[in-house]
């Protein structure tokens, strides 16, 4: 039997592989149909500007715009959306936003320089990028928190001007949203949503300006959309759906940890939910809490959805195992309810946020932690990291060589480029060494 229809593994099975390989697939279907409606979209975009944004913004949008100016959100509409916002929900936003800050400021990095014996002189220099475009959603769903957690360390790694599209179905504004962006120090707001959004940051039109990197989560259009234009501008990251992997031992409340289950699930259908547990014991007491708690939730039908399509219990041998497993899986999320998750740390390899310990729910983390809640999704946290202050800067090489300092390395530079046939770089050295003979 399954409990709201959540899968039920178990490490010691012989067909234990196989099920966990089929569990971590995602297999979210075949894109073709959309990579090929962006790549129209955004070659109409390059080419047209500002009439196809227009065009697509009536068509995806239902709404109508009559000009170019129609796509933009005034700085003073922001106010406004502030001054509306009640005073609860506003403290919320600027605690969120004020944490976010103090824990990306220790992320800054400055340029570095050392000096040789010669005089030459080899180091970094650490510069912002200068203009950035942050795509928030407004379909479905509207996320304030996500506008800080993207604008805010970019700000902070000191970018010249930030931009921000989000779309507005049916010419709704999303007044948290923006609400958000005023707090959060937004400089310009398109009202335009989907694959268009991406092409006019990525491309530029006669109102949208062109930026150096798009950050921000959409749906499929949005990232096909980002996937074409990397190279042409940055990107974050492939967002996919949301994921979390929840350790726990007999010391974790079930309620609790059924809960954190429940608030991955939340998201959508895709949405990912595993909870490994050392033993059948722990794993049952979890799943009564589903059991228990589910027809209470708002968004039951989502989570029950989530949980029976992508969802799994898991029994392991202990909690090192545990640990072991959750590598392998390199979750979004890895949430540690254990008695001693120090203990486990050290083994934690792969996995975008880690929370640990009993009180760290990782919805603490999704909103005002600190931490970013932009994490590497569907097992790439093998490879990247979180959204961070890093991601807006630029780091250039410097090299300044001393006649000394050219000298010494002029032989070994000439040896170099003879090997690979590359003559005037040979010659280029040498002039150096020979005192610019």
Avoid at 192 to 213: C, E, M, N, R, S
Avoid at 371 to 388: K, M
Wanted: negative net charge; contains cysteine; proline residues 5%.
């Amino acid at each position: 039997m399954t409990h709201a229809g959540i899968a039920l593994l178990d490490e010691g099975d012989g067909d234990f592989p196989e099920r966990l390989d089929r569990l971590l697939s995602r297999d979210d279907g075949d894109f073709r149909d959309i990579d090929d409606a962006v790549a129209r979209i955004i070659a109409h975009v390059r080419d047209r500007g500002d009439d196809a944004v227009m065009e697509y913004t009536r068509r995806f949008d239902r709404r109508e715009v009559a000009g170019a100016n129609d796509l933009c959100i005034e700085s003073s509409e922001l106010q406004r959306s502030l001054d509306a916002l009640g005073a609860d929900q506003r403290r919320a936003l600027e605690h969120a936003r004020d944490r976010v800050e103090a824990f990306h400021r220790r992320q800054v990095e400055s340029s570095w320089s050392f000096q040789e014996p010669d005089g030459s002189r080899y180091g970094q220099l650490i510069t912002p990028l200068e203009r950035v475009g942050v795509y928030v959603p407004g379909g479905k769903a509207a996320y304030p928190s996500s506008v800080i957690m993207n604008v805010v360390p970019a700000r902070v790694a000191g970018v010249a001007q930030i931009v921000m599209t989000v779309p507005t179905p049916d010419g709704v504004v999303n007044n948290a949203v923006m609400a958000a962006a005023a707090i959060a120090g937004v400089d310009r707001v398109f009202a335009i949503g989907g694959a268009q959004a991406v092409a006019a940051l990525a491309y530029g039109t006669a109102t949208v300006p062109a930026v150096d990197k798009i950050v921000g989560p959409g749906n499929a259009y949005v990232a096909a959309a980002k996937r074409q234009v990397f190279g042409r501008v940055g990107i974050d990251m492939i967002a996919g759906p949301s994921e979390v992997v929840v350790i726990c031992d007999e010391g974790a409340d079930p309620r609790w940890v059924a809960m954190d289950l429940f608030a991955q699930a939340e998201h959508d259908e895709m949405a990912q939910s595993i909870v490994i547990c050392p033993s059948a014991t722990v794993r049952d007491a979890v799943l009564a809490a589903v059991d228990d708690l589910l027809p209470g939730m708002e968004r039951r039908d989502i989570i029950a959805a989530s949980l029976a399509k992508q969802g799994a219990a898991i029994v392991v041998e202990d909690l090192d195992a545990a640990v072991r497993l959750a590598n392998r899986i390199a979750p979004e999320h890895l949430e540690l309810l254990v008695a001693e998750p120090g203990r486990l740390l050290p083994a934690v390899r792969h996995a975008g946020a880690v929370f640990a310990g009993y009180y760290s729910a990782e919805s603490l983390g999704d909103y005002c932690a600190g931490p970013n809640h932009v994490l590497p999704t569907a097992g790439t946290a093998r490879f990247s990291s979180p959204l961070g202050v890093y991601d807006f800067v630029k780091r250039t090489s410097l090299i300044q060589c001393s006649p000394d300092g050219a000298g010494r390395l002029a032989e070994t530079a000439s040896i170099l480029a003879h090997a690979e046939a590359l003559t005037a770089h040979a010659r280029s050295a040498a002039f150096r060494g020979n005192g610019g003979k």
